[in-house]
């Protein structure tokens, strides 16, 4: 979908007007545009005499139409005609949005004299004051809302915000607005924006006309009824007119309000590339239709029926398609996991059982009569049986062990030449039994505690009893060692 496109609806009793607009830097860009009208003149002619609304056949014939035409769009927005909901300017005690939002529905319920439950309502504040704030209300049958809104969705153009087409109006023309009473008439509706206070908004009314009524009287009337209306840093000097009928004069309304009256350009707001069929109602509906998408393009404040009603969950529900589905996959990616791991797992277990199982039968060969313990100790016990092999093999023990007499005069010779070579050593007699070895010598004056000193540092040998005499300078001693 394109980030940059959106499809505007501007749905009214007799006709939608369908755009699909891309913003710009100075404003909203229509990029293609077309109609859509009831099968039959009766049709239309009934739901002006007031039976019910249907908007079904016309919402299948737009998602035609856009696929017929190849739209390509991210979101929708859509704008209700004025003769679809009602509209009342209310006095909140609150100045909190929240607190404001909480109860405005029964302050419409009450100023408006409808149902608040099978009613959709929407809101803006305007203004406020010390007791409280001034809140416009708008409110549309729950059925028709219903009916819009479902038709769309059916034909997979949910739309994301709804709103009355004087607030979509007012969001094109806004900067205009300024100092100025912004005013567009068609043949069968007239709109009137006006200017915004130094601390409230654009306060905006719609009304509905005829092909006969007097446009310029008609201006004269419910302007000056605005402005005694307001305070006075609302009053405008100004008039702009955007006038499809060419039945507004503006000299003499310029007259009977006393204010200037100028022709307004749309066309710096909306462009448009022209077709030879298009009339100046048309653009109006296409601006309103615009000005729909342009809640969408950009961070502005919005009059929306659905927030409250129906609230739009199509981001949402595709959040939550897009969770579900990754969360599908990890979890079919954890399983698939598991289950390498686990086979990984059962492979090396049963290589491990046959290694373990071939290690028991040749240990019970290489330790005859021994009892196989676990692994690890089997291990340990090999390493010390091949460290005492090698011992034998290099005369270190017998092959009986280490109380051989090669062993223990390895040691004791080890012993002996550890000790410092100022220690002058004589051996007279060494006797060797299966468990001792006594050894009979001298050395020079204090030289036997370096002697006994190196036997007991030895990692084989251990002191037994000793004793030593000095005599002619020397020290003689007598020394028994075992085996440790």
Known sequence: MEQNKYLGIYIAAEKATVVLTAKTAGGVEILDYFCVEPETEGQGQQQEQGRKF???PIAAKIAAICTEKQFVF??????????????????????????????VRFDAEEALAVDAAQTAIAFEVIGKQLSGSEVAAFAAGAEVMSEIITALQNN????VIIEPDSICLRRIVEDVSKGAIVAAVSQTRCFLICSPGADSRAFVRSFLTSPAQNKTALFAREITLTM????ADRRAETIKIYDTTGQVDFKTLGEQTAMTVEALDLTAKVALQPKEDSKDSEYLEMVIAAGATAGLAGKTEKVDFRAEFMPYQGKKIAFEKTIKIISMSLFLLFVVLGVLLQMSYYR???DRGRVEEQFKKEYIIAMPGAKFPKSKEAVRKLKSEI??????????LSASGEDSVEAKLTFLFEALNSVPTNVDIEIEKIAITTKTMNIT??????????????????????????????KDGRDNFRLTIELK
């Open 54 to 56: 249907s908007f079904t």
């Open 74 to 103: 991210s979101d929708v927005a859509v704008a209700v005609d004025c003769r679809l909901y009602r509209q009342q300017k209310l006095h909140s005690e609150f100045q909190d949005y929240r607190q404001i939002a909480q109860t």
């Open 156 to 159: 997979k153009l949910d739309p």
């Open 228 to 231: 005694t209306a307001f305070s």
């Open 348 to 350: 090396t277990n049963k």
């Open 387 to 396: 460290n005492r092999i090698r011992d034998v093999k290099s005369g270190l």
């Open 441 to 470: 010598g001298s050395t020079n004056s204090g030289g036997y505690l370096q002697l006994f000193g190196a036997i007991d540092k030895h990692s084989k040998l251990t002191r037994g009893q000793s004793s030593y005499q000095s």
